[in-house]
Every structure is written in C-alpha cells, then in structure tokens.
T-cell receptor
Framework: DSGVTQTPKHLITATGQRVTLRCSPR?????VYWYQQSLDQGLQFLIH???????AKGNILERFSAQQFPDLHSELNLSSLELGDSALYFC??????????????FGEGSRLTVL | SQQGEEDPQALSIQEGENATMNCSYK?????LQWYRQNSGRGLVHLIL?????REKHSGRLRVTLDTSKKSSSLLITASRAADTASYFC???????????????FGKGTKLSVKP
C-alpha cells in the first residue's frame, strides 16, 4: 500500500460527459502528479501541483483541468470526453518539490472507459 | 514525449535466469529511477541512481548508469515468477532538458518469468 488513494477505481461513461477523479496523497506529501497511461501513448505526465500551486504542465489537453486543495487532495477534471480518453489515470505524490530527492508514490489508478 | 526508451519491449525467461533491461535517454539528468508495474496496478519504485553514480544494488537488483552513453541497465538476478511485471525507467530533466521535478517515463519492458 503506497498510501496514495484514488477514487473511483473504475468509471464508465459516455462521450461528451464530464468526470472528476480524486486523489489523496500520502500523509505529509506536498507534491501531487497526474499521469495518463494508455496502450498507445504509454505513461504520459499531465500536471504537477505543489502545496496547492500548479508547478508544471505536461501533455494535458485543454479539456482537462486539475487542482490541489488546502488539505492537499487533488482532483482531475475531464470534460467533453472522447473515446480516446479511455485510459488508466494515476496520481502520484512525493514529499519534495520534485523527484530529484526521491521516489514517487503511485496510487492504484482510476480506470476510465468512455463508450 | 518520452525521455527514456526501454529495450527490449518484451522479455520472456525461465525462473532462475537473469533478466537485463536497458534504458536510453536523450537529455542530461539529475537521476534515473526504475519502477515496476504489475498488470493494471500502480507503479512501485525500485531504485534511484544519481548522475554521479555508476552502479547501485538493491537485493537482487543491480542498476548501472552510463551518462556518456545516456543509458542505464536494470539486472534482476535469479528471477522468480513473481518478478513478472512491466519495468519502466524514468528520468527527471536536469539543466537544459525536461521538466525539472517531473518524472518522464519510458514505454517499459514487459518481463515474463515462467516457472
């Protein structure tokens, strides 16, 4: 158990819909990262928050947004869903600003299926 | 975009044999990390090697880093069926490359260890 909690574990929805994925980082971790994993694109970095502030954006679509709340949990919002958004979405946390000083702790992921 | 690329994409061996996976990356790095992922599960950190280190051991794992060739290898000795998983290298961009603090993952090597 990494200590990172993601909900929901599975989500099935229709094209055009909007979903919210939630992540609770490990106790004390200030950094939260979101990754998308699909068969064709592999593991893609989406966005990084540190102590409530956005620190870096990766390959995140404009239809996607995220935020980190004062209690450090984070939410990833996916809107106007398309079939290609079907993927496994991971949240990871670390105690430091970046991965330079150590590892990322990953949650078990949220599997999104868009029909 | 991928920073690291693992080779081979898939590897099948018998229990007790050694497994070697390679990773090549493109830009200068602060460190390189290896992660393991059981099918459909979250990634688990295995080992981190800093740019000024050449070799590191952890149990049955041995990681080497050659910054002149921008490559790393992960050796798993005396493999077990339980080692069956995908293995990813990840790098954090240093000066001149990547998004500092954010790990960029390769596409992984899928290891199958047959009993």
């Amino acid at each position: 158990d990494s200590g990172v909690t993601q909900t929901p574990k599975h989500l099935i929805t229709a094209t055009g819909q909007r979903v919210t994925l939630r992540c609770s980082p490990r106790s004390g971790d200030l950094s939260v990262y979101w990754y998308q994993q699909s068969l064709d694109q592999g593991l893609q970095f989406l966005i990084h928050y540190y102590n409530g502030e956005e620190r870096a954006k990766g390959n995140i679509l404009e239809r996607f947004s995220a935020q980190q709340f004062p209690d450090l949990h984070s939410e990833l919002n996916l809107s106007s869903l398309e079939l290609g958004d079907s993927a496994l979405y991971f949240c990871a946390s670390s105690v430091v600003l970046g991965g330079a000083s150590g590892e990322l702790f990953f949650g078990e992921g949220s599997r999104l299926t868009v029909l | 975009s991928q920073q690291g690329e693992e080779d081979p994409q898939a590897l099948s061996i018998q229990e007790g044999e050694n497994a070697t996976m390679n990773c090549s990356y493109k830009t200068s790095i602060n460190n390189l990390q290896w992660y393991r992922q059981n099918s459909g599960r979250g990634l688990v950190h295995l080992i981190l090697i800093r740019s000024n280190e050449r070799e590191k051991h952890s149990g049955r794992l041995r990681v080497t880093l050659d910054t002149s060739k921008k490559s790393s290898s992960l050796l798993i000795t005396a493999s077990r069926a339980a080692d069956t998983a995908s293995y990813f290298c990840a790098t954090e961009g240093g000066l001149g490359g990547g998004s500092q603090g954010n790990l960029i993952f390769g596409k992984g090597t899928k290891l199958s260890v047959k009993p």
